[in-house]
Nanobody, 124 residues
């Protein structure tokens, strides 16, 4: 059984920074490509960032590119999302997800496991 637990969310002022973490338990972490998604109130969940199994390649949504950085530590079985220059429109519940296999995948239905989410609120 694979479990994902996000942490690091909170309330921050516009222009501030937060780092989200997602700890993964269960099967070998390095066998999963990882992704971050978010869901704002009354909106559908959307792709934010993804990273390959080795961490060598990443991809971002246009709305966060240049501000957010996804990374992973396979020894710690953790994936991170460093968020800088936060905007009120970044307010959402952020979810991490794991996908068996490799590659850069932006479609949520292709992910196998999900965390419970962590709330990020950016005040103006």
């Amino acid at each position: 059984q694979v479990q994902l637990v996000e942490s690091g969310g909170g309330l921050v002022q516009a222009g501030g920074s937060l780092r989200l973490s997602c700890a993964v338990s269960g099967r070998t972490f390095s066998s999963y490509a990882m992704g971050w998604f978010r869901q704002a109130p009354e909106k559908e969940r959307e792709f934010v960032a993804t990273i390959t199994r080795s961490g060598g390649i990443t991809s971002y949504a246009a709305s966060v590119k240049g501000r957010f950085t996804i990374s992973r530590d396979n020894a710690k079985k953790t994936v991170y999302l460093q968020m800088k220059s936060l905007k009120p429109e970044d307010t959402a519940v952020y979810y991490c997800a794991a996908r068996s296999g490799d590659g850069l995948v932006t479609r949520e239905r292709l992910y196998d496991y999900w965390g419970q989410g962590t709330q990020v609120t950016v005040s103006s």
